[in-house]
């Protein structure tokens, strides 16, 4: 009889260890099913949404360039605001909405003006008038080459290139006259007829 008690003492330990091993078990297992089905549900990101994040967190704007996201689960659709500091439309506040498909970078951002303003590379549904977003694009280019593209309109309007052809013939023929004509529509005046949005800075 006293001969068994070292073989019991022995034993329960390895018995106590291996029950609790058995009871933790099922939990490890549950949270690991718990894990699979998040990653189940979370929807795969497409090719065009990982190059816009990277064109995204490439961005380096300068102060007059802001964007926005009214939706930050969705980086294809998004708002810029360029508040040119110098040029012709300096103190101004122009709004552009970009619309990304499914196909980019293999083709360009849908790029449109919200504001109705007097510009001669600017139509008056707010259409755009850049080479890149055209003929020239080509998927090595991005978003910021788009971005400082529209910004560069507003410093050097190309009167060669024209959406909006009164303004262009204006721009070409009477610089000054073009550039009252500027200021005018800014301040939500009328141009040749056509009234055009307030987009002072406030």
């Not at 980086?75 to 040029?87: A, K």
């Amino acid at each position: 009889m006293l001969a068994l008690l070292p073989t019991t003492a022995y034993l329960h330990p390895i018995n106590t260890v291996t029950l609790s091993h058995r009871r933790h078990r099922p939990q490890l297992w549950s949270v690991k099913k718990n894990e699979e089905a998040a990653a189940k549900k979370k929807p795969k990101m497409t090719a065009a949404q990982l190059r816009v994040q990277k064109d995204l967190t490439e961005l380096e704007l300068p102060s007059t360039m802001t964007t926005q996201f009214p939706d930050l689960a969705d980086v294809l659709n998004f708002t810029l605001t360029i508040t040119p500091d110098e040029g012709i439309y300096k103190g101004g506040v122009f709004k552009f909405t970009f619309a990304i498909n499914a196909n980019y970078p293999h083709e360009p951002p849908k790029v449109r003006c919200v504001q109705k303003i007097y510009h001669p590379n600017l139509d008056l549904e707010g259409n755009v008038c850049l080479n890149i977003l055209r003929e020239d694009w080509k998927p090595v280019l991005n978003l910021s080459s788009v971005m400082i593209g529209i910004q560069y309109l507003f410093l050097e309007p190309n009167p060669d290139d024209p959406l909006n052809k009164d303004a262009a013939e204006d721009l070409r023929r009477n610089r000054e006259a073009f550039i009252q004509n500027v200021k005018t529509s800014m301040r939500g005046g009328s141009v040749r007829g056509e009234t055009f949005d307030r987009v002072l800075q406030a």
